[in-house]
Structure formats: structure tokens, C-alpha cells
């Protein structure tokens, strides 16, 4: 009897030590550089280069990024995916998780993630050729519909977060049996637009926003139910003629499934003091992105919630896979 309790004892004892072991381990963290996988170029490259900047002035030690783009962000999923779930390896994280897993790219979708923050929202632009003649998104319907044209709309990235949205948009519109898709390299919707090679593209405004001040890009409309601060007197796609569209994109940072909760406390709320910084909000106004911080639960409740709605609008729209 007595073995028996002092067996159980000791048992008790060194659970106690390794609980205190990783607590102590969670508050020394970090103790090396925390590497985070951006999963796009373009403002998403952007912003994550700033954010791991301005997180790595609030940590023990820097944040790394490091570009793995391709396959509509699958590339870098399943690298952080296949990473140990130490708070070592993070993702630049976005609706990608969601339209990559649905759409079949990946075997797994955003529950193999812990959500660490909610970051940003970016509202997609959709825009023409300033010399096309089309001055507002029903200018275009208008003279589609009416002709024998064949609109010639870029896509970056098929089945990616933009290419969903840019079918959304022309589904919308009622054209979607007018248009020849046109794929282009990640960043290059204005170059394109601008040499003639297509007629429109759907992308994030910071892509548009100087040319649009040139004079030489028209921007129609943004895909947000309201309004973007960057882009004030751009109507929305449901004000300019487009129905019921109300499709943005939040960015955020996650980690493995198992990172433990203590880890994702300190990059939290890195990131909190990274996004409130006046360097970050600077950002916010001349990139063309919203400031919207979530912390990991309020994260997480949306993500789920998002992916529910990209799976139903990718089964509408014969996208999805999964």
C-alpha cells in the first residue's frame, strides 16, 4: 500500500515538474528567431514584412519572413503544417486556408492551425484601362451586354482567394459567359492592364491606387459592403451594379494546432503592440488596408465562420473540390 502511494506520489511529482518545465519554457519564449512563412507577394509580402518588423521590437527575438508562395498559398501551409508546434514557425495566414482546402489544393484545412491575431482586412479593387471609355462598373456591363465583345479579365492563381472573388463578381454582374480569362504572374494586374493584354483585373488597390492617380487605371468598385478608407469615392461592386457582393479578406497569423496557449499569448500580443504602432498605421493609409486586430479567440471564431460561407459560394459557383 504504501509503495502503491509513494509511487503515485512520485508520479504526481514529475508531472508537476514538466508542467512548470513547459510553463517556464512558454514565458522564456523566445530563445531563438521566430520564423514567419508569407504566402503571397504583392501587399501581402508588404504588410507581413512590416508586422514581423514591428513584432520583432516587442520580442526577445526577431521574426523572420520568409517567402513560400504557390499553389494559392498551399506551398506554405503545408510547410508551417509539417513544422513542430513550438510558436518557432507561424504563417501570414488569410481566407487562403479555406479556398486552398476546399478547392483542393490541400488534404487539411484551418483547424490544423491555432489562430494567434486577426491583423488586417484588404478589400479586392476591381479596375479597367482608363482609356477603355468605361467611367463606372455599369458603363461596362452595359456595353458588354449590348455587344459581341469578349471581356478579357486577369487571374492570378486559379482557384486562389481572387480568382473566387473575381467569379463571384462576374457572376454577379450576369457577363460570367462573356469573358476570356487571362492568367497573369501574382503583381502584375496594372502592367497587364496597361499593355492591352487584358481589359480588366480584380486585385488589392494598393496595385491600383498610384496608377488610378496617374490617370491611367479606372478603379469601379471595391467588393466590401462599405467602403474603403484608401479608395473614399470608389463606390462598392452592390452600389456600382453588382448585387449582393460583400467579399473581403482578413489576414492574420496562426501556428500548428499544438503550439501550447502560453506561446500563443506572447506572439498575440507582439502583434497587438505591432499593429496599434504608428508606423503600422501609416502603412494602413498609403498600402491600401484596413487595421482590424482580433485577438486569437475572437481569430478563430471567424475564420470558422468565413470558411463555412467560402465553401458554400465555391459549391455555387462549381469550385469546390473538397
Known amino acids: 500500500m504504501k509503495t502503491t502511494l509513494f509511487r503515485c506520489l512520485a508520479a504526481a511529482s514529475v508531472m508537476a515538474v514538466a508542467a512548470g518545465t513547459s510553463v517556464a519554457k512558454a514565458e522564456d519564449f523566445p530563445t531563438k528567431p521566430v520564423e514567419m512563412t508569407v ?23 526577431p521574426v523572420v519572413p520568409v517567402s513560400r508562395a504557390g499553389g494559392g498559398g498551399s506551398v506554405g501551409y503545408q510547410y508551417v503544417h ?3 508546434g513550438d510558436g518557432y514557425n507561424i504563417v501570414w495566414n488569410s481566407n487562403s486556408i479555406s479556398t486552398g482546402y476546399h478547392g483542393g489544393k490541400m488534404d487539411f484545412d484551418y483547424k490544423a492551425f491555432k489562430p494567434i491575431a486577426k491583423i488586417s482586412v484588404e478589400v479586392p479593387a476591381f479596375a479597367v484601362r482608363a482609356d477603355a471609355g468605361w467611367k463606372t462598373l455599369q458603363d461596362m456591363i452595359d456595353d458588354i451586354k449590348g455587344s459581341d465583345k469578349k471581356l478579357r479579365v486577369g487571374a492570378s492563381g486559379k482557384g486562389s482567394f481572387t480568382h473566387l472573388t473575381t467569379i463571384a463578381l462576374l457572376d454577379a454582374m450576369g457577363i460570367g459567359d462573356k469573358v476570356i480569362h ?4 501574382q503583381g502584375k494586374a496594372p502592367v497587364e492592364l496597361l499593355a492591352g493584354r487584358i481589359d480588366a483585373a480584380l486585385q488589392w488597390p494598393g496595385q491600383f491606387i498610384s496608377h488610378a492617380k496617374a490617370g491611367t487605371i479606372n478603379i469601379l468598385c471595391v467588393t466590401s459592403a462599405k467602403r474603403v478608407s484608401s479608395l473614399p469615392d470608389t463606390p462598392t461592386c452592390d452600389e456600382a451594379g453588382a448585387k449582393g457582393i460583400n467579399i473581403t479578406m482578413w489576414r492574420g497569423l496562426a501556428a500548428p494546432a499544438d503550439t501550447p496557449d502560453e506561446v500563443i499569448a506572447v506572439l498575440e500580443e ?19 488596408f484596413e487595421r482590424d486586430f482580433a485577438d486569437h479567440t475572437a481569430f478563430g471564431a471567424e475564420i470558422a465562420s468565413d470558411d463555412e460561407k467560402i465553401s458554400a459560394l465555391m459549391e455555387k459557383l462549381g469550385l469546390k473540390q473538397q
Open 39 to 61: 504566402l503571397f507577394g504583392g501587399t501581402a509580402q508588404t504588410i507581413g514584412q512590416l508586422l514581423a518588423d514591428l513584432m520583432s521590437k516587442n520580442l526577445a527575438q
Open 182 to 185: 487571362v492568367p497573369y504572374d
Open 270 to 288: 507582439a502583434a497587438k503592440k505591432a499593429s496599434e504602432s504608428e508606423q503600422f498605421v501609416e502603412a494602413s493609409k498609403t498600402v491600401g
Open 82 to 84: 509539417g513544422m513542430p
